[in-house]
């Protein structure tokens, strides 16, 4: 049933924030082997997220709120969780924002063009449009979109699923040890204060 779901790209993030027991003040799982940081000299915050998702989109204001206030030392990186072919386009849109720079002035509007205007936003064209929209440059969209770096982060995005164990989103990873969900953490609020409770051990 999960694979059915996977591939027709519903919404495999539906059973995220239903309540499991697990240890009390657990609230995270350790992944089965640490992943490496991109800064040793940071602590990594991985949010794994799919636009198609409306539990991401509830939580992308929180999201945004508290990256306002984490500490010098906290490196927080958004990760397009790939598990299906319309997932990868929408991963594809958001690296080509990162490439072209304007991932702040895209992000929260991709985000309401599909959760609330229902757009699909798959295609190349439409796409395009998109980013047109907000002021980009046609053919430097083009040129982005089919670009190398493109391509790779594609590929990294596919195999980073089953490296980190995320099956489903929004899941937040602390510097390559400890995975955060609804399963784990309860709710979307339960899901940041045990990240901050991660960040400040990983941090001493």
Request: hydrophobic share 45%; glycine share 8%; aromatic share 12%.
């Amino acid at each position: 049933m999960l694979k059915k779901m996977i591939k027709t790209g519903l919404a495999v993030s539906l059973f995220m924030f239903a309540s499991y027991s697990f240890a009390v003040g657990l609230g995270y799982e350790s992944l089965k082997a640490v992943q490496p940081t991109q800064d040793p000299d940071k602590v990594e915050v991985i949010e794994f997220f799919w636009y198609g998702c409306p539990h991401c989109y509830q939580f992308e204001p929180e999201i945004e709120a508290w990256k306002a206030t984490l500490p010098d030392n906290v490196k927080f990186i958004r990760q397009p969780a790939v598990f299906s072919d319309l997932w990868g386009k929408h991963a594809r849109a958001y690296f080509t924002a990162e490439v072209l720079g304007v991932v702040d002035k895209v992000h929260a509007d991709f985000f309401h063009a599909i959760q609330v205007k229902k757009e699909k936003l798959a295609s190349e064209n439409d796409l395009a449009n998109f980013f047109v929209a907000h002021g980009v440059d046609k053919a430097a969209f083009h040129d982005a979109y089919n670009s190398f770096i493109v391509d790779t982060k594609m590929r990294q995005a596919k195999a980073m699923g089953s490296r980190y164990g995320i099956s489903g989103v929004p899941a937040l990873v602390v510097n390559g040890k400890y995975l955060v969900n609804g399963r784990s953490a309860g709710d979307k609020g339960g899901m940041i204060k045990v990240v901050n409770e991660l960040i400040a051990q990983e941090s001493q």
